[in-house]
């Protein structure tokens, strides 16, 4: 994609219906996430992009079901069905709050690469969010300080990125870290659908 975008960019996407866009869907795809939220506005402010969050798709044919792999706030490494955040997102029989638009590396990932990257993911599941590396990024940015160590926590992109290199495939990093905007404007990254 390459090109930063803003909200009224997004929301001149055509929106195409889940139902509609389900069967295209393919383990590794992208799911980057506009939100309407407090912490959602928190990180598009500190990274200075539209973008809150992102995630990835696993698509499961024996249980007909698709999923993101995510890092939550407050949640973690986590596995969610696609169709819970379009219906029932954190249980409060609303969806999210915001735009939802899915992406694809281009060339994409063989289907090796893919199941890697989720297999490496799934191996992660319950690992906690790190809620306060938002923070930390904002004082990087500022002081020009680099991260000086690797923990077990991760924020969304942090999770995607190394689910991706696992695989084999790098995103570029931002003096030392990645945010859903670097995910978003590596040239290898394009637009499916907007879905909400």
Same mark, same amino acid.
């Given at each position: 994609?390459?090109?930063? @975008? /803003?909200?009224?960019?997004?929301?001149?996407?055509?929106?195409?219906?889940?139902?509609?866009?389900?069967?295209?869907?393919?383990? !590794?795809?992208?799911?980057? %996430?506009? +939100?309407?939220?407090?912490?959602? +506005?928190? /990180?598009?402010?500190?990274?200075?992009?539209?973008?809150?969050?992102?995630? @990835?798709?696993? *698509?499961?044919?024996?249980?007909?079901?698709?999923?993101?792999?995510?890092?939550?706030?407050?949640?973690?490494? *986590?596995?969610?069905?696609?169709?819970?955040?379009?219906?029932?997102?954190? !249980?409060? *029989?609303?969806?999210?709050?915001?735009?939802?638009? @899915?992406?694809?590396?281009?060339?994409?990932?063989?289907?090796?690469? #893919?199941?890697?990257?989720?297999?490496?993911?799934?191996?992660?599941?319950?690992?906690?969010?790190? =809620?306060?590396? /938002?923070?930390?990024?904002? #004082?990087?940015? #500022?002081?020009?300080?680099?991260?000086?160590?690797?923990? *077990?926590?991760? /924020?969304?992109?942090?999770?995607?990125?190394? %689910?991706?290199?696992?695989?084999?495939?790098?995103?570029?990093?931002?003096? =030392?870290? @990645?945010?859903?905007?670097?995910?978003?404007?590596?040239?290898?990254?394009?637009?499916? #659908?907007?879905?909400?």
């Amino acid at each position: 994609m390459a090109d930063p @975008i /803003i909200k009224r960019d997004i929301k001149r996407l055509a929106v195409r219906r889940y139902e509609a866009v389900r069967d295209e869907l393919r383990s !590794g795809d992208l799911v980057f %996430c506009s +939100g309407s939220y407090v912490f959602s +506005g928190l /990180i598009q402010r500190f990274t200075c992009s539209v973008w809150s969050h992102v995630g @990835i798709v696993y *698509r499961d044919d024996q249980l007909q079901r698709l999923f993101i792999l995510e890092s939550e706030t407050g949640i973690g490494v *986590r596995l969610v069905p696609i169709s819970k955040y379009l219906r029932d997102y954190h !249980g409060r *029989r609303r969806p999210y709050r915001g735009q939802i638009v @899915i992406g694809r590396v281009e060339p994409a990932p063989a289907d090796e690469q #893919a199941r890697q990257a989720v297999s490496f993911g799934m191996d992660l599941l319950t690992k906690p969010y790190d =809620n306060f590396e /938002i923070l930390r990024i904002a #004082a990087r940015i #500022a002081f020009r300080v680099g991260r000086r160590t690797q923990d *077990r926590k991760f /924020i969304c992109s942090e999770l995607v990125d190394e %689910c991706y290199r696992a695989a084999g495939v790098r995103f570029a990093r931002r003096d =030392n870290y @990645i945010s859903p905007e670097d995910i978003w404007r590596d040239p290898g990254v394009r637009v499916l #659908a907007r879905v909400l």
